[in-house]
C-alpha cells in the first residue's frame, strides 16, 4: 500500500459503500436500496440489476474480476465460491456480467458445512441471500457480497440470519419503551458492538516446526521458560519494528475495507497484542470482526509471521479473549445506556439498566453457554480472564445508585432521601476509562457493557443474539406492563425497585478472581458452569428455548441445531488436539529422547572405560528412561481411550472433558519433564522461550 495514500482517501476506498452508490446508481435505484435498508422492504429486480451493473463496474475498474457471496456458516468462520465476471458473447470473446439476480441470491452446495442435522431431511443445497444492510467490498481481486445462508426450507444456517433477527427484535421492543417516556422520533434502536479483538503474533518459521501449532492452533506440549510475563514490561509496551511494520499494514488493508480499526497496543503476554476497532451496528460489526480476524492472518504471513488467535497457545502465560462492549443506539443519534441529565432521562436509563440486569441474571446460563468451546475453557476462571460465573459490575457510584433504589434509604451524592425515579436527577456518573475492575465478565463503563468473556478466536454473532434477545424479552414484559399503566411515574418506580430487589444478586463489584467469589456466588444461587461441558447443555434448556422461538430468533429446530454442532464440535476439536499429540509423541519426542539416553549411555560406557565419572550421564540417563516409559504408557492410554469414544454427541462431549482432556494433561506432564532434562539439539522442536521471545 502507498504510503502517499492520504488516509481519508484510503478508508473504505476497496468498499462499495454508501457514498458510492449514492455517486453510481440512479437516485430511485439509491433511494430503494436506502428505504430497504432503513424500512426492512425488498428491493424489485429491476433495482437490483442496477445495482449488480454499479457494483460490478466499480469493482472491475478497482481491478476485481471475480465475484462471491461472502457468508457466515456455522463454522465460525467465513466461506466464500468465487465465480468470475465473465460470459462468452461469442467469436472466443466475453464480456464482464454480474446480474441483480445473482447479486441477491446464491446457491452454493450446503452439505460440507455443519448443519446440526436440519439439512439432512432435505437437499444438499443451500441458499445465500444478500444482506444489503452490510457494504460489498473487494478482497483479493474478488467483490465479496455479505449474504446470508440458509436451507432450502429457510432455516438459517448461519450466524448472520439470526443476529439480523435479534436487532430487529431488540429494536421492536425497545422503541414501545421510548414511546412511554414520550419519544415520538425513533423509529429504530440499533445495538452497538465494539469488539477488542486479542492475539499472539510469532515468527513463522518456528511454527511451521510445530504440528501441534500447526493442527490446533495451540501448543500441546511446552516447559515453563524460565521467563514468562512475571516482569510485567510488555504491556503497552514499545513496540517492535517488526512487530509495528505488521500493525501498520494491517491497519492499512482493514481501513481500506472500511473497518475502524482505532487502537493497537501490546497485551499482557510476551508477543501478545491488541486490535480494537471503533464500535458500529452489531451486524457490521460482526462482519468486520470475522474480517479483521482474517486479515490479521493473512499480513501476518507477509511478514514472515503467524498470528495466533487461539485462546490459549500457550500455557502459563495469559491467553487472549475478545472484549465485547455492547449498548442501545436510537436513530436520534441517543445511546440509552447513558445515565442522561434530567429526571425523566434518568427514568429511562435505569429501566433499560433494570432491563439488563434481569435479563442477565435470568439467561445467565446462555450467556455462559454462547462463549463455551474447547479453546475458551482454559482462560475461564483461570485467573487471567472472568470466572465462569456470570456478575455484572456496575462501579460505586451506579451500585449506590441502585442500592438507594432498593433499600429506599438516604441518597448520598444528591443530598436526598428517597430517591424518586423520575423526578430526582441522578448524580453524575463518570465515564470509566480506567478499566477498573479487569476481573468482571460483565462490566458497565459508563455508557455500555463490556462482555468479556468471550474468546479470541470465536465469531461475535453468538453473544450478541443472546443480550439483544434476553434485553428484547425483559423490554417486552416491562412495555407489556407499563402501556397498560395509568400511574405511570408510580408503576416504574415499583417496577425498578422491583427488578433491581429480585435481582440483585447478579451485581457483584468486588475482585471476580478471588476463590471467595466462587463461593459467595454459590450462596447467592448463581450458575458456575466451569466447563463447555456443562455449559452447552444450557444451550437448550426450556426456558432458554422459549426466549428465542417467543422472539421469532430461531425456530426450535435452529436452535437444537445449533446446540448439537456446538456439541460435536467439543468433541472434535479434543479428539484432533489427542490425535496430534499421539503424533507429536511417536514421531518426535520418543525418537529424540530415546537417542539421547542412547548416546548418555554410550558416553557413560566410554567415560567408565577410562574410569572417569560418568555420574551426569548415568543419572540424566535413568531419569530419561523413566519419563520415556511413563510418557508411552500415557500416549497409549490416550489413543486406546481417544478409540473408545462412545457414540452419542453428548456423551461424547463429557467423556472428552473427563476422560481425554485427562490423558492429554498425564502426557503432556511427562513430556515436558522430559524437555527440561534433554540436551537442546536432540528436543525436536522450538521451545517456548524461542516462541515467545523470537519476534
Ligand atoms: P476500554 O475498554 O479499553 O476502556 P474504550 O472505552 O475505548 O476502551 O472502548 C472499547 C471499545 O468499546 C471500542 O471498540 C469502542 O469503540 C467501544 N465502544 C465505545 N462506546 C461504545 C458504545 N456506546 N457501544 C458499544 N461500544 C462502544
Ligand atoms: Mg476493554
Not at 452489531?282 to 501476518?300: F, I, S
Not at 444528591?414 to 424518586?420: C, E, F, P, S, Y
Not at 426450556?542 to 437444537?560: A, D, M, R, S, W
Not at 490416550?638 to 457414540?647: F, S, Y
Request: aromatic share 8%.
Amino acid at each position: 500500500m502507498s504510503t502517499t495514500l492520504k488516509l481519508p482517501e484510503l478508508f473504505g476506498s476497496m468498499v462499495f459503500n454508501e457514498e458510492t452508490m449514492k455517486e453510481r446508481l440512479s437516485s430511485a435505484s439509491y433511494k430503494a436500496w436506502k428505504k430497504c435498508v432503513t424500512e426492512g422492504t425488498s428491493l424489485d429486480i429491476s433495482t437490483a440489476n442496477e445495482i449488480a451493473e454499479a457494483m460490478k463496474q466499480w469493482a472491475v475498474e478497482k481491478g476485481a474480476t471475480h465475484y462471491t457471496h461472502w457468508f457466515q456458516p456455522m463454522t465460525g468462520v467465513t466461506a466464500e465460491k468465487h465465480d468470475s465476471f465473465i460470459s462468452p458473447v461469442g467469436g472466443g470473446k466475453i464480456i464482464m456480467e454480474f446480474s441483480g439476480k445473482e447479486l441477491v441470491r446464491g446457491e452454493p452446495d450446503a452439505s460440507s458445512f455443519p448443519s446440526g442435522g436440519l439439512r439432512a431431511t432435505f437437499e444438499a443445497r443451500g441458499y445465500t441471500a444478500w444482506d444489503p444492510t452490510s457494504f460489498a467490498f473487494i478482497k483479493e481481486g474478488s467483490l465479496c457480497i455479505p449474504t446470508i445462508f440458509c436451507s432450502y426450507s429457510g432455516h438459517a444456517l448461519d450466524k448472520k440470519t439470526p443476529l439480523l433477527r435479534s436487532m430487529d427484535e431488540v429494536s421492536r421492543q425497545a422503541v414501545r419503551i421510548l414511546r412511554l417516556f414520550g419519544d415520538t422520533e425513533t423509529k429504530r434502536v440499533t445495538a452497538q458492538v465494539g469488539p477488542e479483538q486479542e492475539y499472539f503474533l510469532i515468527d513463522k518459521e518456528l511454527y511451521s516446526k510445530r504440528e501441534d501449532l500447526r493442527m490446533t492452533g495451540r501448543t500441546l506440549f511446552g516447559a515453563k521458560p524460565p521467563r514468562g510475563q512475571e516482569l510485567e514490561d510488555h504491556y503497552f509496551g514499545a513496540i517492535k519494528p517488526r512487530i509495528a511494520a505488521y500493525m501498520k499494514e494491517l491497519d492499512e488493508t482493514l481501513w481500506s475495507l472500511g473497518v475502524l480499526s482505532k487502537t493497537k497496543h501490546n497485551e499482557v503476554a510476551p508477543s501478545q497484542h491488541e486490535m480494537a476497532p471503533i464500535f458500529s451496528d452489531a451486524n457490521t460489526a460482526c462482519d468486520h470482526n470475522q474480517l479483521a480476524m482474517e486479515v490479521m492472518k493473512k499480513v501476518a504471513d507477509k511478514h514472515g509471521l503467524v498470528c495466533l488467535l487461539h485462546e490459549k497457545p500457550f500455557a502459563g502465560v495469559n491467553g487472549s479473549g475478545k472484549h465485547d462492549n455492547w449498548s442501545l443506539g436510537t436513530d436520534t443519534g441517543k445511546n440509552l445506556f447513558k445515565p442522561g441529565s434530567t429526571p425523566s432521562q434518568n427514568a429511562q436509563f435505569l429501566l433499560f439498566l433494570a432491563a439488563f440486569v434481569k435479563g442477565v441474571d435470568e439467561y445467565q446460563d446462555f450467556l455462559r453457554a454462547t462463549v463455551a468451546f474447547a479453546g475458551n475453557d482454559h482462560r475461564l476462571g483461570a485467573q487471567e480472564a472472568p470466572p465462569a460465573v456470570l456478575s455484572i459490575f456496575l462501579g460505586n457510584d451506579l451500585n449506590g445508585v441502585v442500592q438507594s433504589i432498593i433499600q429506599g434509604t438516604e441518597f448520598k451524592e444528591a443530598g436526598k432521601r428517597n430517591l424518586q425515579i423520575g423526578v430526582d436527577v441522578l448524580p453524575s456518573i463518570p465515564q470509566d476509562n480506567t478499566d477498573r475492575n479487569r476481573t468482571s465478565p460483565m462490566a458497565f463503563t459508563g455508557n455500555k457493557f463490556e462482555f468479556r468473556m468471550l474468546g479470541s478466536s470465536q465469531s461475535i454473532s453468538g453473544p450478541n443474539i443472546a443480550l439483544n434477545t434476553m434485553m428484547a424479552e425483559e423490554l417486552k414484559q416491562f412495555a407489556d406492563q407499563l402501556e397498560k399503566s395509568s400511574d405511570f411515574q408510580a408503576d416504574l418506580h415499583a417496577l425498578i425497585k422491583q427488578v433491581f430487589t429480585e435481582h440483585q444478586r447478579i451485581i457483584f463489584n468486588g475482585n471476580g478472581y478471588d476463590d471467595s467469589w466462587i463461593v459467595e456466588a454459590k450462596k447467592r444461587g448463581l450458575c458456575n458452569l466451569t466447563s463447555t461441558a456443562d455449559a452447552l447443555p444450557m444451550y437448550t434448556a426450556k426456558k432458554n428455548v422459549e426466549l428465542f422461538v417467543n422472539h421469532g430468533i430461531y425456530t426450535e429446530e435452529e436452535i437444537n441445531a445449533r446446540a448439537e454442532i456446538h456439541i460435536e464440535n467439543y468433541s472434535t476439536v479434543i479428539a484432533i488436539e489427542a490425535n496430534t499429540m499421539v503424533d507429536m509423541i511417536r514421531h518426535d519426542i520418543l525418537p529424540a529422547v530415546s537417542a539421547y539416553a542412547t548416546d548418555l549411555c554410550e558416553r557413560a560406557d566410554s567415560k567408565s572405560a577410562l574410569g572417569v565419572s560418568s555420574k551426569y550421564e548415568t543419572v540424566t540417563a535413568k531419569s530419561v528412561a523413566e519419563l520415556t516409559d511413563a510418557l508411552l504408557d500415557a500416549c497409549d492410554k490416550l489413543e486406546a481411550d481417544v478409540a473408545a469414544k462412545p457414540a452419542d454427541a453428548k456423551e461424547a462431549m463429557a467423556y472428552s472433558h473427563d476422560v481425554i482432556l485427562a490423558d492429554m494433561s498425564a502426557a503432556r506432564a511427562a513430556a515436558d519433564k522430559l524437555e527440561t532434562i534433554t540436551a537442546k539439539e536432540y528436543w525436536p522442536f522450538p521451545v517456548y522461550s524461542d516462541l515467545l521471545f523470537s519476534v
